[in-house]
């Protein structure tokens, strides 16, 4: 097919995604979906009803990506399935991209076998955290809906050998490709440690997640209490353990030095007044909020786990730790603390990792290869 005739008629591709809420998962969907070559391929959305996903649904509409609701809860009630064939149908995709934040993520991946039911020629997905193990019934759907699926685009090396055991993915069906992101804009600022009344000498470290118990929130507040009085923090994010970790917070006498932020639009602009990215999570692939600080110049502290040290380069972009050794945590944010030097040059290094491995471009460029492997264009 000629260049001049992929322009003529863009291959729609609709991605779906079924997230409890918003977090790393739908942002990649965002990217993907706002940065793909519009000549080329057209791209829309399919959303199950959540007001939690409100605000992606609303992004990808003030960026021209039509979005559909629909409301499943497979396996439990196959209440809505008639509408969301009827919805492709109606669409005519020509590949179905799946999003699996999890492994209930897309159904369990039941949608595939509906998809090729409503006659979408390919389906694809993309697994984040395939080591979060599901009850065996889950385990089974996803092995059944996996039939029905061509492509498993995943973010790291670790997690292809996850696909493979755990789910019976053959290796050739298996493509990994690294998220990336675009670069900041550099001329804005978030005025975040005035708005906090933060010094511009403490030494400010931010979390950014869902606030959840596997992004290691405890961890790193068990940390603060060990530490001095300059060091504070920001919490950047929501989620169902907020009130705990308030609670929490002020039970170790640390809520003056915390400061929760709640979901923010504007992290990269935050990141530039801070000294430090903490990440000490228990079960991660690629973390975006990673490759933000990167991007943004500064030192990463993470977890030894899963996929962080494919991207984080221990005592060169950063330092990694077991999280649960507090002592570890304490120790790389007081060295950082210590030597703003060092700190400096992690980030800067960090800079240079992002802009050679992580860039949306990149990212972009390798999954549309997928979908032109797929569809036989050049």
């Known amino acids: 097919m000629s260049m001049a005739a992929e322009r003529r008629n863009p291959a729609r591709i609709v991605y779906f995604s079924d997230a409890p809420w918003a977090g790393g998962a739908e942002k990649y969907l965002y990217l993907l979906a706002t940065n793909l070559e519009r000549d080329v391929f057209e791209p829309a959305a399919?959303?199950?009803?959540?007001?939690?996903?409100?605000?992606?649904?609303?992004?990808?509409?003030?960026?021209?990506?039509?979005?559909?609701?629909?409301?499943?809860?497979?396996?439990?009630?196959?209440?809505?399935?008639?509408?969301?064939?009827?919805?492709?149908?109606?669409?005519?995709?020509s590949?179905?991209?799946?999003?699996?934040?999890?492994?209930?993520?897309?159904?369990?991946?039941?949608?595939?076998?509906?998809?090729?039911?409503?006659?979408?020629?390919?389906?694809?997905?993309?697994e984040h955290l395939p080591m979060v193990r599901p009850f065996w019934q889950g385990k089974l759907l996803r092995r059944l809906g996996g039939l029905w699926i061509e492509r498993v685009i995943t973010v790291s090396d670790d997690n292809v050998g996850y696909l493979t055991s755990l789910y019976g993915v053959s290796r050739k069906k298996?493509?990994?490709?690294?998220?990336?992101?675009?670069?900041?804009?550099?001329?804005?600022?978030?005025?975040?440690?005035?708005?906090?009344?933060?010094?511009?000498?403490?030494?400010?470290?931010?979390?950014?997640?869902?606030?959840?118990?596997?992004?290691?929130?405890?961890?790193?507040?068990q940390a603060m209490a060990s530490l001095g009085g300059n060091v504070k923090l920001l919490v950047a994010g929501s989620g169902e353990c907020e009130h705990d970790y308030r609670q929490m917070a002020a039970a170790l006498g640390i809520e003056g030095r915390v400061h929760f932020l709640g979901y923010r639009t504007d992290v990269e602009t935050i990141l530039k007044e801070c000294d430090a990215l903490l990440c000490p999570s228990t079960v991660e692939a690629t973390p975006y909020c990673i490759?933000?600080?990167?991007?943004?110049?500064?030192?990463?502290?993470?977890?030894?786990?899963?996929?962080?040290?494919?991207i984080v380069v221990d005592g060169t972009t950063g330092i990694l730790i077991?999280?649960?050794?507090?002592?570890?945590?304490?120790?790389?944010?007081?060295?950082?603390?210590?030597?703003?030097?060092?700190?400096?040059?992690?980030g800067e290094s960090g800079r240079r990792r992002w802009e050679e491995a992580f860039r949306i471009e990149r990212c972009i460029g390798e999954t549309e290869a997928v979908y032109r492997e797929l569809l036989a264009i050049s």
């Not at 509409?61 to 809505?80: K, Q, T």
């Not at 179905?96 to 020629?121: D, T």
């Not at 490759?291 to 494919?310: L, T």
């Open 174 to 221: 298996i493509r990994v490709v690294r998220i990336g992101i675009p670069d900041a804009v550099r001329d804005a600022d978030a005025w975040i440690r005035r708005k906090c009344g933060i010094a511009r000498d403490d030494f400010l470290c931010i979390m950014v997640g869902s606030l959840e118990e596997r992004k290691g929130h405890a961890f790193a507040f």
């Open 46 to 93: 399919i959303v199950n009803r959540n007001r939690r996903l409100d605000g992606f649904a609303a992004s990808l509409r003030s960026a021209d990506v039509p979005v559909h609701e629909v409301s499943m809860n497979l396996p439990y009630s196959g209440s809505g399935v008639f509408e969301f064939i009827n919805l492709l149908r109606r669409l005519r995709p």
């Open 95 to 126: 590949i179905l991209h799946c999003n699996l934040p999890g492994p209930w993520g897309s159904q369990y991946s039941l949608v595939a076998p509906l998809a090729r039911l409503a006659g979408v020629p390919h389906v694809v997905t993309t």
């Open 291 to 310: 490759i933000e600080a990167m991007a943004a110049g500064i030192p990463v502290i993470a977890s030894r786990v899963h996929g962080i040290p494919e």
């Open 322 to 346: 077991d999280p649960a050794r507090s002592e570890e945590l304490v120790a790389a944010i007081e060295a950082l603390a210590r030597n703003r030097e060092i700190g400096s040059r992690m």
